[in-house]
């Protein structure tokens, strides 16, 4: 089979046949296509697209590219969760102890923050002595043991997937809605999921700027499982403004305790309580959402989930007093608070700017490897919604240097719109999406 041929064939928006899809990946991953032909069939599969059977062709070659994590003997039926990316998503913080605490098992891999968007592995590493990098005999242990483990990838998953989001990156093939759903789907798949609760983010601070998009990337997801055998349901969650109040490593785990403990911001608890409660209808635990929701607050309120939490940082050597006391997390050296620089409505806090202005503070890389300053961030006083009164307190810095603190502060504040008239505080989750 030349891979011309596959090329030309997509090109000219033809259906490529399950053994072309199997030969070019395998092509892919063995490293006999070079990049130029690669980088083309990426562009004519942007244009052409794929049909829902050339898609789960794709995401299974992607899968068996490497090798496949079986969960079965420790744990029969994993249910896993995903964010699409986006500022102040510290959810899989608060919902993987949840459900754990109701028996279900998570096997969570993580990524870290890129860009504008946190990592969950930045966030839990703010936890002194947290081990990320657990080898797989170590990931399956504590999952056997504890009923839960969060860490980076373990061994070598869909590499294949690898290989294209690399080239994606450079030749203006990321936004394609069959490599999109493929990538996410070969991962999830490849790290044992049998059923997946997927967050995609929409909005400004979001890869899916526009809810059509969203639902499209979403239902093409739902069509992935439905062909390969795994339950997926889909939440469409706004991603304009920050998540919760806070952004920044160790300030968001502090904000997720307080979630655990009952008293987290009312959208990010909220937000927690609707994924989690969809995790648990999936991991047959509850009848239905509504039972999920019951659950969710129960372990909340008796503690049992902030104890899974402890018991999660603690079994992957994380010092469980600063979880105790998220005072002892990292501190910056220096918070200062702005002040409303006017009297309104609040109308709009840029996600996707306040996630940079805390990259620029130290949160986060623009570049793989850069080292990251778990102590620094931002924390928003006030929501869209609000309304705040001149001179009130607005958000503090975090900060390590002084000179950082005046152009985060006038960034951020160029960041906010604002209305005189009231403004509706905006939706969480605009809709969850099921496999029928
Ligand atoms: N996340 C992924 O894992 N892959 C993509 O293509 C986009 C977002």
Request: aromatic share 4%; charged share 25%; net charge neutral.
């Amino acid at each position: 089979m030349r891979v011309v041929d596959i090329i030309v064939k997509k090109r000219d928006g033809g259906e490529l046949e399950t053994a072309e899809i199997d030969s070019f990946i395998q092509g892919v991953t063995q490293g006999t296509i070079p990049d130029y032909q690669i980088a083309a069939w990426l562009m004519a599969v942007v244009w052409r697209g794929m049909s829902s059977r050339e898609i789960a062709d794709l995401t299974m070659a992607m899968v068996r590219s490497g090798e496949v994590l079986d969960l079965g003997d420790v744990a029969p039926w994993v249910v896993d969760k995903h964010s699409s990316g986006g500022v102040g998503d510290k959810t899989t913080l608060v919902v993987a102890p949840v459900v754990a605490a109701w028996g279900m098992p998570v096997a969570k891999m993580s990524g870290r923050g890129l860009s504008f968007s946190g990592g969950t592995l930045d966030k839990m590493e703010s936890i002194r002595g947290y081990r990320v990098d657990l080898s797989r005999a170590k990931f399956l242990a504590n999952l056997r043991r504890y009923g839960i483990v969060l860490s980076g990838q373990t061994g070598d998953l869909a590499p294949a997937d690898g290989k294209l989001y690399a080239l994606r990156d450079v030749t203006g093939t990321v936004e394609s809605i069959p490599l999109i759903a493929s990538s996410i789907m070969s991962k999830k798949i490849a790290a044992g999921a049998n059923a997946l609760v997927l967050d995609v983010k929409v909005g400004q601070g979001a890869f899916m700027k526009t809810l059509e998009a969203a639902t499209t990337l979403a239902r093409t997801m739902i069509d992935i499982g439905k062909s390969v055998g795994r339950q997926v349901t889909v939440a469409l969650s706004a991603m304009d403004q920050p998540l919760g109040c806070a952004v920044g490593n160790a300030l968001e785990v502090k904000e997720a305790v307080e979630t655990l403990r009952g008293n987290g911001p009312s959208d990010l608890a909220e937000h927690c309580e609707a994924i989690a409660a969809e995790m648990l209808l999936l991991g047959r635990k509850c009848a239905d959402v509504a039972e999920g929701r019951r659950m969710v607050r129960q372990v909340i309120a008796d503690g049992r989930a902030l104890g899974m939490f402890r018991t999660l940082a603690q079994a992957q050597g994380g010092d469980a007093e600063q979880v105790d006391h998220p005072g002892r997390l990292p501190q910056a050296s220096l918070v200062e608070m702005v002040a409303a620089p006017r009297r309104g409505h609040l109308a709009g806090i840029a996600a996707m700017t306040a996630g940079l202005v805390a990259v620029d503070l130290g949160a986060g890389r623009m570049k793989k490897g850069d080292p990251v300053d778990h102590s620094v961030g931002l924390v928003l006083r006030r929501k869209v919604g609000d309304f705040v009164d001149l001179g009130e307190p607005l958000f503090e810095i975090h900060a390590s240097r002084p000179e950082q603190i005046a152009p985060a502060r006038e960034r951020l504040l160029a960041a906010y719109t604002w209305s005189e008239e009231p403004v509706a505080a905006p939706p969480l989750i605009y809709d969850i999406l099921r496999d029928a």
